[in-house]
């Protein structure tokens, strides 16, 4: 791969990370609710899923799910009734006092990690457009001659900018939470959270699977 095409796929790609969706929804809400850390370490998860599903379409099974109607309508209705459901959770949590809140944390043990990944994980993989982009984006830059390599170093590329992508809304949410500090405050992050959640469901559930 030459420099030049390198360095245009740089741009192109942060731009994807850097998208606001369901993963980057909950970096948010986990960076609001456990801190920048926990949110970090939970997106291991996500990171997993994105570096299977580069796998599958560096190996070429991208273009089935492509051309599988069938298969991109089960991963997508799973996927949007997963969103869904957590949206639903978000709008039924409670949202107690900042002291209620310190004293919960200070007596509770720390939140389930495993959970945490495993929901991250089961976002980004119930959302069969994200292989779409491994399929149809990097293949702009592979070279035909190199293929194996560059296609390794775009999928590096990508999850280390999804890295990036992760630790700045997780930010983001941490700093919420201290200018949101106050049950009235934080009820309606979490409402408007759950609200953002449940509709990336819904427009999930309605996308179309690209034609092949």
Same mark, same amino acid.
């Given at each position: =791969?030459? $420099?030049?095409?390198?360095?245009?796929?740089? @741009?192109?790609?942060?731009?994807?990370?850097?998208?606001?969706? @369901?993963?980057?929804? $909950?970096?948010?809400?986990?960076?609001?609710?456990?801190?920048?850390?926990?949110? %970090?370490?939970?997106?291991?998860?996500?990171?997993?899923?994105?570096?299977?599903?580069?796998?599958?379409?560096?190996?070429? =099974? /991208?273009?089935?799910?492509?051309?599988?109607?069938?298969? *991109?309508?089960?991963?997508?209705?799973? /996927?949007?009734?997963?969103?869904?459901?957590?949206?639903?959770? $978000?709008?039924?949590?409670?949202?107690?006092?900042?002291?209620?809140?310190?004293?919960?944390?200070?007596?509770?043990?720390?939140?389930?990690?495993?959970?945490? %990944? !495993?929901?991250?994980?089961? %976002?980004?993989?119930?959302?069969?457009?994200?292989?779409? %982009?491994?399929?149809? *984006?990097?293949?702009?830059?592979?070279? @035909?001659?190199?293929?194996?390599?560059?296609?390794?170093? $775009?999928?590096?590329?990508?999850?280390?900018?999804?890295?990036?992508?992760?630790?700045?809304?997780?930010?983001? /949410?941490?700093?919420? !939470?201290?200018?949101?500090?106050?049950?009235?405050?934080? !009820?309606?992050?979490?409402?408007?959270?759950?609200?953002? =959640?449940?509709?990336?469901?819904?427009?999930?559930?309605?996308?179309?699977?690209?034609?092949?």
């Amino acid at each position: =791969m030459t $420099l030049s095409a390198y360095l245009l796929f740089l @741009p192109a790609c942060f731009a994807i990370n850097m998208a606001f969706g @369901p993963n980057n929804l $909950l970096s948010v809400t986990n960076g609001a609710k456990h801190g920048v850390s926990p949110a %970090v370490i939970a997106a291991s998860g996500r990171l997993v899923a994105f570096a299977i599903m580069i796998a599958i379409a560096g190996l070429g =099974m /991208g273009a089935v799910l492509v051309a599988s109607e069938l298969a *991109f309508d089960v991963i997508k209705y799973i /996927g949007a009734a997963y969103l869904v459901w957590i949206g639903v959770r $978000l709008l039924r949590a409670p949202a107690p006092t900042a002291e209620v809140q310190q004293a919960r944390d200070a007596a509770s043990a720390p939140p389930s990690m495993r959970a945490l %990944v !495993r929901q991250e994980f089961t %976002v980004a993989a119930g959302n069969p457009k994200a292989i779409l %982009v491994f399929t149809a *984006f990097f293949p702009q830059f592979v070279v @035909p001659g190199a293929y194996a390599s560059s296609y390794v170093l $775009l999928g590096l590329t990508f999850l280390v900018f999804e890295l990036v992508a992760i630790a700045l809304y997780a930010l983001l /949410g941490a700093r919420m !939470r201290r200018l949101a500090n106050g049950s009235r405050a934080m !009820r309606w992050f979490n409402r408007v959270s759950g609200s953002m =959640m449940v509709g990336f469901g819904l427009i999930l559930a309605f996308t179309r699977r690209p034609a092949a």
